[in-house]
């Protein structure tokens, strides 16, 4: 089943991002602090300046129900925070937000990949950077599958993810870099490889810190096509009066000179 692609008019937002950075608060004690993941949220996503509608949701509002309301509304889901692994059951990995005060069985602070499936997403893009908890873990291609199949049937277009775990400081500044690319008018594949290359040259060169980030799906640009259908529509009439005017041209000039002959 191919969905259509919807016009940025059809999102209640153009970008929805979703950020924790203390997880002792957030109710996973066992997961490490991400200091920089709200910073990658507001000021990464800020250089994507041709959207302008845009809802950030940090900390303690980076709850699960908060997601799972947005995940119909956004054109790109941005959700820094941990992710975990499950290589055995991979429909069993976990992405954490963070708990509510009332938390229940129904927003537990976590969203296992299963039930991914059950949401409308319909998203452009989920940008899911996230690193795994303090194990050290590696993303291997059964935990590829889950999340990207998960995140595929429920809607979304595309999908970027880290296949190893990285520091977040990294992840913000490649976020920010890819998301200034992108408004450029770069697709998705050529804006990560624009974001990986310019941490490479500026920042540090260890492929271990730039080189997880990988981009799955279709990699069309999310941004509309800003072209005004007047003038499309003023430059194909005047090439074809200048096509029928050079036609018109040439016959005469052929009938003139089979006259003087």
Avoid at 190 to 217: F, I, K
Wanted: some cysteine; overall charge negative; charged content about 20%.
């Amino acid at each position: 089943l191919t969905r259509e692609r919807r016009s940025n008019t059809d999102y209640q937002y153009d970008l929805a991002g979703f950020s924790v950075k203390d997880f002792d608060s957030a109710g996973h004690p066992s997961l490490q602090n991400l200091p920089y993941s709200v910073k990658e949220v507001e000021e990464g996503t800020a250089l994507l300046d041709k959207f302008d509608k845009k809802r950030f949701f940090l900390n303690s509002e980076s709850t699960e129900s908060n997601f799972r309301s947005m995940a119909g509304d956004a054109k790109i889901l941005h959700l820094a925070t941990h992710s975990k692994v499950n290589d055995e059951s991979p429909l069993f990995s976990s992405i954490y937000f963070h708990q509510n005060e009332d938390s229940d069985q129904q927003d537990n602070g976590i969203i296992y990949a299963y039930e991914l499936f059950d949401m409308n997403m319909d998203a452009d893009l989920v940008f899911l950077s996230s690193c795994e908890s303090g194990t050290g873990g590696y993303l291997k291609g059964a935990g590829v599958l889950g999340f990207s199949r998960a995140f595929a049937y429920a809607g979304a277009k595309s999908l970027s993810l880290n296949l190893w775990p990285i520091r977040d400081q990294a992840a913000a500044t490649i976020t920010s870099s890819f998301y200034q690319a992108l408004n450029s008018g770069q697709n998705k594949a050529e804006a990560m490889r624009t974001a990986r290359l310019h941490y490479l040259n500026n920042s540090n060169s260890d492929p271990y810190l730039w080189g997880a980030m990988v981009m799955y799906g279709n990699i069309d640009t999310p941004l509309e096509n800003d072209t005004n259908p007047f003038i499309v529509f003023f430059s194909g009439s005047l090439f074809t009066m200048l096509l029928l005017s050079f036609f018109v041209l040439a016959g005469y000039n052929r009938s003139l000179r089979s006259w003087i002959i």
